[in-house]
């Protein structure tokens, strides 16, 4: 079993600030707009999405010591954006943006494919400060403990659908219907948890913030 940390940010915006969004400071940067001269290094390998909007195409980096794929978006208002490497286009009006994620002693990737189990212990520290006139500051997180189960956990059917479980008196019990790393901190409740699917927290943004 391995042990990691990791805190979660919660703030998020669907503002763009300058050429990263989403942008608040601390917010996930799902996507980076480049210019002209930038795109040039893209070259196109498929078409993903064709709309009145823009031009998705899946893209192979020209410049970079290893040939990666990213997703880059030409506007037809004359700007590109190239997406994270965890954001997808879900349809042609949906990004999905998933967060780090966690890393599991029971299979290898990014994306787990019966969903995973974790405990989740919240902590809030406050900060011993003697210097006059200054606010004693706290810091707060969630410590992770993946692939821990329940007792019982094997013998539980594991969901499919879309949400955040949490185990309580012998089952799981569906606490949210978005899996979302600010539903999650919401709820911030410690003990066992599972996510169905690909095991990750994932957000869901419009096409349109890119305009």
């Known amino acids: 079993m391995r042990f990691f940390f990791l805190i ?14 989403i942008n608040e ?58 997406l994270d490497p965890d954001t997808y286009l879900e349809n042609d009006s949906t990004l999905i943006y998933y967060s780090p994620p966690f890393k599991t002693d029971g299979e290898n990737g990014s994306f787990q494919r ?11 520290d406050q900060v011993d400060t003697t210097a006059k006139g200054v606010v004693p500051e706290s810091s707060s997180g969630v410590n992770f403990s993946v692939d821990s189960s329940p007792e019982n ?3 539980i059917v594991r969901p499919k659908s879309e949400g955040i479980y949490y185990y309580e008196n012998k089952s ?34 419009s096409v349109a913030i890119l305009k």
């Not at 993903?48 to 031009?55: A, F, P, V």
């Not at 979302?180 to 095991?199: A, S």
Request: hydrophobic share 30%; net charge neutral; with cysteine.
């Open 114 to 124: 019966d969903g995973i189990w974790f405990y989740a212990h919240f902590y809030k």
């Open 25 to 82: 400071e601390q917010g996930p940067q799902i996507f980076t707009e480049i210019d002209a001269s930038g795109y040039k290094r893209y070259r196109p390998v498929d078409t993903l999405y064709k709309t009145n909007e823009y031009i998705a195409t899946s893209c192979e980096d020209t410049t970079g010591i290893f040939k990666g794929s990213c997703i880059v978006l030409r506007m037809t208002n004359g700007r590109y954006f190239l």
């Open 172 to 205: 799981l019990h569906k606490i949210a219907s978005q899996q979302t790393n600010e539903v999650f901190n919401d709820f911030g409740k410690d003990g066992f948890y599972f996510l169905p699917n690909t095991g990750r927290f994932f957000k869901r943004y």
């Open 153 to 155: 956990g094997e013998q």
């Open 8 to 21: 979660f940010i919660v703030a998020l915006s669907s503002c763009i600030n300058g050429i990263n969004g």
